[in-house]
């Protein structure tokens, strides 16, 4: 069983539509990020996040430590919006030596006009 | 101010030929990672820098990889005598300190043939 693991794996929306991207984990982290990663590209930083919920532009992002759940939403869904969505835990202890992140497999989202 | 860089971006090794792939680090950065991602998979933990110390290498798949960063700033993954399961993007990120933020690099595509 994966130590991340993410739902759905695809998903295809219209334009326009709301959004939600499921992460759950089983390790004890210090943080938890959201990444986009579009074809042939580089992974670009979302979120950082270990409590609560964060919010940029037309994107949210909540985790619940308790449940080892966040979510990842996209309010009124654009084509540009099509990437791959990773969500990645990281592992380090506060101040320890290690905070190497652990990936989900990734969720690709294709938003149709 | 200028990102990551990774080099090459893309490189074609002959099996059991020895590769080095360079990574430059924002500057200031003192945490810096290194990430393998195989074709339609999330990314995996290699090994990570905190200034010049390797304080992680848990992720290193076997003795035929290597990984140096010694003045604490750029940093190259060494790789040798390769084989084909080594084909995969390799992803270099750095942040302010380990418990921040990962800039990712647009990675260095490798295909062993």
């Known amino acids: 069983k994966n130590e991340v693991e993410q739902s759905p794996q695809n998903l295809t929306a219209q334009e326009g539509e709301f959004i939600t991207i499921n992460c759950s984990y089983s390790?004890?982290?210090?943080?938890l990020h959201w990444l986009q990663q579009h074809p042939g590209g580089g992974i670009v930083s979302l979120f950082m996040?270990?409590?609560g919920k964060k919010k940029h532009g037309r994107l949210i992002a909540t985790i619940n430590i308790q449940e080892k759940h966040s979510s990842l939403h996209i309010t009124a869904s654009h084509p540009r919006d099509s990437a791959v969505y990773i969500c990645?835990?990281?592992?380090?202890?506060?101040?320890?030596?290690?905070?190497?992140?652990?990936f989900g497999t990734g969720t690709l989202l294709a938003v149709q006009p | 101010g200028a990102g990551v860089s990774q080099s090459p971006r893309y490189k074609v090794a002959k099996r059991g030929q020895d590769v080095a792939l360079r990574c430059d680090p924002i500057?200031?950065?003192?945490?810096l990672f290194w990430y393998q991602q195989a074709l339609g998979q999330g990314p995996e933990f290699l090994t990570y820098?905190?200034?010049?110390?390797?304080?992680?290498k848990s992720g290193l798949p076997s003795d035929r990889f290597f990984a140096e960063r010694p003045e604490g700033s750029v940093s190259t993954l060494k790789i040798q005598r390769t084989q084909q399961e080594d084909s995969a993007v390799y992803l270099c990120?750095?942040?302010?300190?380990?418990?921040?933020?990962?800039?990712f690099g647009p990675g260095t595509r490798l295909l062993v043939l």
């Open positions: 990120a750095s942040s302010k300190t380990g418990r921040e933020t990962q800039y």
């Open positions: 390790v004890g982290i210090s943080a």
């Open positions: 996040l270990s409590s």
């Open positions: 990645a835990v990281c592992s380090g202890h506060y101040g320890g030596a290690t905070n190497k992140l652990i």
């Open positions: 500057s200031g950065h003192v945490s």
């Open positions: 820098f905190q200034n010049e110390a390797q304080l992680d």
